[in-house]
């Protein structure tokens, strides 16, 4: 494990849970088209909100779940390669043939993945993606600490983001830059960036 | 095949006294549910079940259940203590266990809190609560919805006849027409925090 990622003392939630807004994802939703189909990758776990959302348009969405369903330690503990490949695909959901991915939403994931998992898991979710497709991510920016977990975030009905996670453990968060991220995002290169006013930092990416 | 116990009003276990040798036999099939609107077969905690269950009424699975589940005008019910590993096609579908597989409805597929869904879900509604675990698809496009549900009345239609000239279905079904009018989400918006 790497040391960024290493267990922090125990104490209060550097991020209370209170709604914040999010004006790229805000951008990204709200720009979907409605009478277009859009196949949709999210990373975290499903909500009703977020299915609300995203059913105001012709959507497919892929569920990947990737906290609880155990995709984080299997992509951290394994190494670039076949298997790596191997676990990337066993992680995703099944693709169907000719749905390429129009949009990834990464939530804060990518803040409890290594760089390396990350580069890997990117690389995976871009041979499925069509040129074009964007990618949404939250990263630690400001404070130190992160939670133990990644969070439960779920869009508001004024288009801000609400964070349900329950726990109170926190972990050194590993802060990735822009420069760290544009390295490990495969082929999705930095398109824009905002600084949110929880201290965390809203990056989009394009394929 | 499952026994019907009526819906509306507590019940419990008949006494062993009044049941026919066949009733004590498959006893744990025959477990008296209690809820709202209708008669509803239950599969009991203790039964196990790999192959085809095919039929036209409402069920509820409280045990394992692997292979394929047919309720194409009915409710299925998945309670809390059931593990269902089958590709599931019905009018809808509630789950509060386990699922392993795609869950195909007309009307609507419902996840409750604690559930645990791995498969894609094709269905004109589907509803997802907060603190339930998901892994899949879910096709919320209107026309790849009517298609996909199409295509399984289709195939199951052929594969019906197919069996029954073979001699091996017992119980077969006229086959639904799927009608897709909505294929939004149902919308349970969280509470907002200051």
Partial sequence: MIASLRRASSRAPPVSPVAFHAPLFHDLVAGLDATERHVVLDLGAASTAMLALLGRSRCRVEIADLAHFGGIDQLNKTELGPAFANAADSILPKQLPGDAIDLVFCWDLPNYLTLNALSGLMNAIGQRARPGALAHALIYYSEHDMREHPGRLVPTEDGGLIDYSNTHAAIAAPRYSPEDLGKSMGRFVLDRARLLSNGMQEFLFRF | ???????????????????????????????????????????????????????????????????????????????????????????????????????????????????????????PKVSIEE????????????????????????????????????????????????????????????????
């Fill in chain 2, 1 to 123: 095949m499952f026994e019907r116990v009526k819906k509306g009003d507590d019940t419990t276990e008949s006494p062993d006294t009044n049941r026919t040798e066949s009733e004590k036999t498959f006893g744990s099939l025959r477990s008296k549910v209690t809820g709202r609107g209708g008669d509803v077969a239950v599969i009991g905690r203790s039964i196990q079940i790999n192959g085809d269950l095919r039929g036209d009424e409402d069920l509820r699975i409280e045990g394992d259940v692997s292979g394929t589940v047919e309720l194409r005008n009915s409710v299925l019910t998945i309670g809390k203590e059931g593990k269902v590993k089958a590709g599931v096609y019905a009018k809808a579908i509630a789950v509060d266990g386990e699922t392993k597989g795609d869950l195909y409805a007309t009307e609507r597929v419902s996840v409750h809190v604690n559930a645990r869904v791995q498969g894609n879900i094709i269905a």
């Fill in chain 2, 131 to 194: 603190g339930a675990h998901f892994k899949g698809s879910i096709e919320m496009d209107p026309a790849a919805i009517e298609k996909a549900l199409g295509k399984t009345t289709a195939s199951s239609t052929v594969k019906s006849v197919a069996q029954k000239k073979a001699g091996n279905v017992a119980d077969t079904k006229a086959e639904p027409k799927s009608t897709v009018k909505d294929a939004s989400a149902s919308v349970n918006p969280p509470a907002k925090t200051a």
